[in-house]
């Protein structure tokens, strides 16, 4: 993703240390106007394609923040996703939030329950941790469903907001397009920064960073916790975007989607969100067009990923940069 | 009442345990978090389906007949993924074991679609089979009572094997020490994948039994492998006998809850286990 | 302070038990170690030596018995906590970052004392460039700065270890078996290396070592451990001279 001529002019160590903590902005201004550039170009429907793409990149590369970097596996992600939309929704509908207020509440909200359901996870580690975040998802998803009088249940609530905040697709496109590369520039600065380091140290192992002096717990709470708030950013979007939400916002298949994204788009690497959202809804909007079993396609596609290449679309991206760079 | 469903509950708690054993299992030994275990028990109930009418249709025998085979076959598919798929993945992370077995609940889950369609099939049970018993004043279908049966010849199978036979000496010491099996001279990849073609084969006649009593489609197999994986974790991954205790638990309460609050009864069972997982990380671990 | 008077152990155990099951790993070991010592833990295997570096990182709460660092008495503080207060420790088989580059372990190491580990300044990062090389230089892994731990060997980790405890500035090392699993050459290239930097920076040093070249060449004194108890303490020629000594050795180790 970045590489910046963070070079050392120190001759006596002679290093040429290349800088993996710099953003690379001619990159990220390059991907930017490109995508742009397709928005506003593209018939409705690529545009509908699109901006969900990147909504989906923002909440994947928000997962992968847990599953990359700090040691941690999440069953039950899509509540802080679909949490982002129902406190869009409730903020507007049971509060009369303005519909400004309502979109900053949204990922608040995720926040929140990110904290309180974080501060019970991270209590356990491994696969355990993981079924706490299932049963917590498990238990959202239920009070959402059954809570008629407050969410609405199965029927969920739509009509709070107006669908893409009354805006032409492309003009919506844009918006989500600055949204979404601040998050996730913000997502970057997270993890290639002093705390980002320490939530690395943690995930990759626990028992040499508490030698280091670092709590496993309050380390991971915090990985957490910004992880559930850009997944609240995400699910925000979506929630305007559709001018819906439902329970399914909150649900496992979305999970599912998260955690397929991110083994894609390639583990331990911070592109693997963007990465996974782009080729998995691809694989969504195509695949499922022409073919009734894409989720097949899906599944053997992870397989080969997982016993051929364990570092995903990003690990062949890298491979690919790298030899062009050699060629130049 | 209240005795036909705590009934139902210890019934559904053996049935359950049939599924849930098998995981455990696996991952006591293999240390691998299978969710397609779920799966394998899907595959058995579409296949008892496939299979009953061409052997002896309508009686008890044709019946356990075909739920053997069924066991059987799934536990040859659950052999070759295990083979080829697998076996590779020992030495990766946890998250790349458990997206491998997801994807193969993907990958089942469409071809079941492709075979089978998407509406429900049923399985009628055997005449034999399709009666009730009365015992102390209230019904009980003589299916669940054959049922409760077949679970505990099952379990007793599996606690025999565990206790008594060379294999089953192996398979305990590698779930406690996986060192173990390579000093005690037996290759370990072929205790993994007996181990792994047993589980199958009790989640693939977990899926035969159920074939009868549950009307079967492609939603099968997250239906059951989500109860079953609470019914594992809250018994300890990789306790048999907690597994027991954890399957008739969250059967009886299952049971319980269908009768007092039926909407939230699988919320009850997640706080259950949410509870069991927070009291046992208070005690301090050691390493 | 006069060079004759007491000063305060950098180590002080009492009574330190600790059962697993039925099986008794520390049997009411007592062991106290001043401060700038070099104190080697010696014993057959299962003997409790790791179990005792376990407790006195805080990785395990002893059943029954007291453990005090510099004077401050530990009451089930976790390894952080512990790590904390001036102790640092390696693992007997090495634990780093392996998917981090040798530098970035380094660079964790230093993140971790900082103060800012929760900064999302990168800027702090770079601000630490140079004391990470100038700490690569001193455990002589400068040159392997952008390899990733993953692709170095078994020793260089070993080494690369031992350089992150040290920019921990800790007051305490402990050592598991340092140089397990390493050649001979490479063996001793890193003790030398570890009673430099121990000497030098005044620390003290408790470690745990099955190579006995080792343990004469590096202790000042030596404690010998079996059954989960302490058998022997002395300075090595003691320990040398020591018959009991000898026989549990031959009788335990085979």
């Known amino acids: 993703m970045a590489q910046g001529d963070g070079t050392r002019a120190d001759s006596e160590t002679a290093l040429q240390r290349r800088d993996p903590y710099a953003i690379n902005w001619r990159l990220v201004a390059a991907v930017v106007v490109l995508q742009a550039v397709l928005l506003v170009v593209s018939p409705p429907l690529v545009v509908f394609a699109l901006i969900e793409v990147m909504i989906f990149a923002l909440y994947a590369s928000a997962l992968n923040l847990l599953l990359s970097f700090s040691g941690m596996v999440s069953f039950g992600h899509a509540v802080y996703f679909g949490l982002g939309a129902y406190g869009l929704a409730l903020s507007i509908t049971h509060f009369d939030f303005p519909i400004v207020l309502g979109i900053i509440a949204g990922p608040l909200v995720s926040a929140f329950f990110g904290l309180v359901y974080g501060i019970l996870c991270v209590q356990l580690t491994a696969i355990y941790a993981a079924m706490l975040t299932l049963a917590c998802a498990e238990v959202t998803y239920a009070v959402v469903f059954q809570w008629f009088d407050v969410t609405g249940g199965d029927s969920g609530i ?4 107006p669908t893409m905040l009354g805006l032409a697709p492309h003009q919506f496109g844009l918006v989500v397009l600055c949204v979404v590369t601040v998050a996730i520039l913000m997502l970057w600065r997270v993890v290639y920064s002093p705390l980002g380091l320490t939530i690395r140290a943690v995930g990759q192992n626990p028992a040499r960073a508490a030698a280091l002096g670092h709590g496993r717990k309050s380390v991971q709470l915090i990985a957490f916790v910004i992880s559930a708030f850009f997944s609240g950013v995400a699910g925000t979007l979506f929630g305007i975007f559709h001018g819906n939400v439902f329970p399914d916002y909150v649900g496992v298949l979305f999970t599912v989607d998260g955690l397929l994204m991110v083994v894609l788009g390639g583990l331990y690497s ?59 | 009442m209240l005795f036909v469903q705590v009934m139902q509950g210890v019934m559904e708690g053996i049935f359950l345990f049939l599924i849930a054993s098998g995981l455990t299992l696996i991952f006591g030994v293999s240390r691998i978090v299978n969710f397609a275990h779920g799966s394998f028990y899907m595959v058995g109930a579409f296949l008892t389906y496939q299979i009953y009418p061409w052997i002896a249709e309508g009686t008890a025998l044709g019946f356990f007949v075909t739920i053997l085979i069924c066991g059987l076959l799934v536990a040859a598919l659950g052999l070759l993924f295990e083979v080829f798929l697998l076996r590779r993945v020992y030495h990766a992370e946890e998250l790349m074991q458990l997206v491998l077995t997801l994807a193969a609940v993907l990958i089942i889950r469409d071809v079941t679609k492709f075979l089978w369609g998407l509406d429900d099939v049923t399985v009628s049970l055997p005449d034999a089979l399709s009666g009730a018993a009365v015992i102390g004043g209230t019904y009980l279908p003589t299916y669940q009572l ?98 027991l205790y954890a399957s008739l638990a969250v059967g009886i309460l299952k049971a319980l809850g269908l009768l007092f609050a039926p909407r939230l009864s699988m919320v009850i069972i997640f706080l259950l286990m949410a509870v069991v997982l927070l009291i046992r990380s208070l005690r301090r671990t050691t390493e | 302070m006069t060079a004759g008077a007491i000063s305060q152990p950098a180590l002080r155990v009492r009574g330190l038990h600790k059962q697993f099951g039925r099986f008794v790993a520390l049997d009411s070991v007592d062991l106290t170690v001043d401060e700038g010592e070099i104190r080697a833990i010696i014993g057959p295997n299962g003997a409790g030596k790791t179990t005792l570096i376990n407790v006195l990182s805080g990785q395990i709460v002893a059943d029954r018995g007291s453990v005090e660092v510099a004077g401050r008495r530990l009451r089930r503080q976790h390894p952080h906590q512990v790590a904390k207060l001036g102790v640092g420790r390696t693992y007997q088989i090495s634990s780093t970052l392996r998917r981090m580059t040798v530098f970035d372990n380094m660079l964790c190491a230093h993140n971790a004392v900082s103060g800012h580990w929760f900064s999302l300044r990168a800027g702090r990062l770079r601000t630490m460039e140079d004391t990470v090389l100038a700490d690569l230089k001193t455990i002589e892994l400068d040159g392997l700065a952008d390899r990733v731990v993953d692709d170095i060997s078994h020793g260089d980790r070993k080494r690369l270890e031992f350089g992150m405890v040290l920019a921990t500035r800790p007051k305490v090392l402990l050592l598991d078996e340092p140089t397990a699993g390493m050649g001979l050459r490479e063996r001793h290239e890193l003790i030398d290396l570890v009673l430099a930097v121990t000497r030098e920076r005044g620390l003290t040093l408790v470690f745990v070592e099955h190579d006995i070249d080792v343990v004469f060449k590096a202790a000042e004194s030596i404690t010998v451990m079996a059954l989960g108890g302490v058998f022997a303490e002395g300075r090595p020629d003691e320990i040398a001279a020591n018959s009991a000594v000898q026989d549990i050795y031959l009788g335990g180790n085979g």
């Not at chain 2, 049966?149 to 007793?156: D, Q």
């Not at chain 2, 779930?175 to 370990?188: E, I, K, P, S």
């Not at chain 2, 159920?210 to 974790?233: C, G, K, M, P, Q």
């Open chain 1, 270 to 328: 911070f592109g693997a969100g963007i990465y996974g959202a782009i080729v998995y809804k691809l694989l969504d909007n195509l695949a499922a067009h022409y073919f009734q079993y894409w989720q097949l396609v899906v599944g053997v596609i992870i397989v080969i990923v997982v016993i051929v290449s364990p570092s995903g679309i990003a690990g062949l991206v890298r491979r690919v940069v790298e030899r062009i760079g050699r060629r130049l």
């Open chain 2, 146 to 243: 054959v049922m409760v049966g077949v679970g505990v010849v099952v379990l007793a199978a599996v606690w025999g094997f565990l206790k008594f036979t060379h294999a089953g000496i192996i398979l305990r010491a590698a779930t406690d020490d996986r060192g173990m099996v390579a000093l005690l001279g037996t290759n370990q990849a072929h205790v993994f994948s007996s181990v792994f073609a047993i589980g199958c084969f009790l989640a693939g006649i977990a899926g035969g039994f159920a074939a009868a009593f549950e009307s079967i489609n492609y939603l099968l197999d997250t239906r059951v492998i989500v109860l079953a994986f609470i019914v594992v974790v809250i018994g300890g991954l990789g306790n048999f006998y907690g597994a």
């Open chain 1, 158 to 161: 739509s009509g709070h907001v």
